[in-house]
């Protein structure tokens, strides 16, 4: 039978292009999000070896509600992608809405580390399994405005790196796959809070990565010899570099 892969964030943007990717390349994918019917348009497509599982990574019982109904022969994790993640706003720490920063520490760092923590005891008693890792640049790199979101995707970095030394001997490995700017998503028109015109500003003329360049770096680390762990990737477009850092001067 063929691996069966945990997607979450499946129903649209990273996941949706990592979900038709993996089974496309002969795996069965779990595909976890909350928007049942985009899901569902999912299974008409890709068929048989795509299972949709409705949660909210918000909610532990959500995950625990639909962990408990996977059917038997879906519940062999062999690799978990957390992707199900979000940024929300763009605002100075000092303007910023303190309701966005719960709801992005509750998605970004609470529900990942919660499936996270229900899926690895059976792939430590099997010695076999994978966890990779949605994070960012942005958990590298400060930006104004990115305060909350950015110190989320920073400590999926640690996590990551601390897993691994916590799973050294077992055979499970971790990785975080850190993307920089990224178009053809419904990040940040989320981020902006359905602001399509703002979120289009900011990839404009950018020749930003795809969901697809992601799905095939996700797939490219799974595909590594077991005995191969890939710690990090950061991935970056041409478009995006570094800059010298602002020195405020008093004249």
Known sequence: MAETVLITGASAGFGKAMTETFIHSGYRVI?????LEKLGKLRETLGEHFYPLQLDM???????KALANLPK????IELLVNNA???LGLDKAYEANFKDWETMIATNIIGLTYLTRQILPDMVARKSGHIINIGSTAGTYPYPGGNVYG?????????????????AGTKVRVTNIE??????????????KGDKKRAEQLYEGAHSIQPQDIANAVLWTFQQPKHVNINRIEIM??????GPQPVERDY
């Open 58 to 64: 918000t909610d532990t019982s959500s995950i625990n």
């Open 31 to 35: 595909g976890a999000a909350r928007r």
């Open 151 to 167: 110190a989320s995707k920073a400590f999926v970095k640690q996590f990551s790196l601390n897993l691994r030394a916590d799973l």
């Open 237 to 242: 477009p041409t478009s995006q570099s570094f």
């Open 85 to 87: 993640g979000l940024a």
């Open 179 to 192: 993307p920089g700017l990224c178009g053809s998503t419904e990040f940040s028109t989320i981020r902006f």
């Open 73 to 76: 022969e879906w519940s062999k």
